[in-house]
């Protein structure tokens, strides 16, 4: 089955930080672009991220920049987003998505990120 | 500052069809923008209907169909369903590993 699962969303504190893991099956993940993208709630979806196939090539909107980092294991296939400087702005539902041509074809369930004290 | 655009909410009768666009605040959409479009209701994530302009995903109905109408992408529901009453959202390739979302749109089955 072709699936992404998405784990590590919580609650943290402003200003902690939190990790986001995506694991992938059922696709040949070493040559798929990977994306994250998240809904604050009440709120529509925004794209956060994405990283190449061989993760040598990553994006960030403009809002994320500087304090997410995306990386990918590709003997494990996964993809993660490494969140510091989290703020109330950040509380989401951040969800992977595999890319295809320039869109998003799978997506994951999501998880959730609470950022309050 | 580039935003997308879409109509905030639309409504359609049972049978009817709708079509709905996805635009730029300035500037023209084309198929290099590899506009696509998604379907979200309410606790679920996000299902992908439309990829680069017109190809449908796997498993969605021909009563979906993309396409670009003079300076806009389009979806186009041809005999709406009650259960296509979602938020859709459409999605552009600005380039330089950049996508942007549109707001939304809320359609209604009445």
């Known amino acids: 089955e072709v699936q992404l699962v998405e784990s590590g969303g919580g609650l943290v504190q402003p200003g902690g930080s939190l990790r986001l893991s995506c694991a992938a099956s059922g696709l040949t993940f070493t040559n798929t672009w990977m994306h994250w993208v998240r809904q604050a709630p009440g709120k529509g979806l925004v794209w956060v991220s994405h990283?190449?196939?061989?993760?040598?090539?990553?994006t960030y909107a403009d809002s994320v920049k500087g304090r997410f980092t995306i990386s990918r294991d590709n003997a494990k296939n996964t993809v993660h987003l490494q969140m510091n400087s989290l703020g109330a702005e950040d509380t989401a539902v951040y969800y992977c998505a595999s890319d295809g041509g320039h869109s998003f074809v799978l997506w994951g369930q999501g998880t959730l990120v609470t950022v309050s004290s | 500052q580039t935003v997308v655009t879409q109509e905030p909410s639309f409504s359609v009768s049972p049978g009817g069809t709708v079509t709905l666009t996805c635009g730029l605040n300035?500037?023209?959409?084309?198929?290099?923008?590899?506009p696509s479009w998604y379907q979200q209701t309410p606790g679920q994530a996000p299902r992908t209907l439309i990829h680069?302009?017109?190809t449908r995903s796997s498993g969605v109905p021909d009563r979906f169909s993309g396409s670009i109408l003079g300076n806009k992408a389009a979806l186009t529901i041809t005999g709406a369903q009650a259960d296509d009453e979602s938020d859709y959202y459409c999605?552009?390739?600005?380039?330089?590993?950049?996508?942007?979302f549109g707001g939304g749109t809320k359609l209604t089955v009445l």
């Open positions: 680069t302009t017109s």
């Open positions: 300035s500037g023209s959409v084309s198929s290099s923008y590899y």
């Open positions: 990283i190449n196939n061989d993760g040598s090539f990553t």
């Open positions: 999605v552009l390739y600005m380039g330089s590993g950049i996508w942007l």
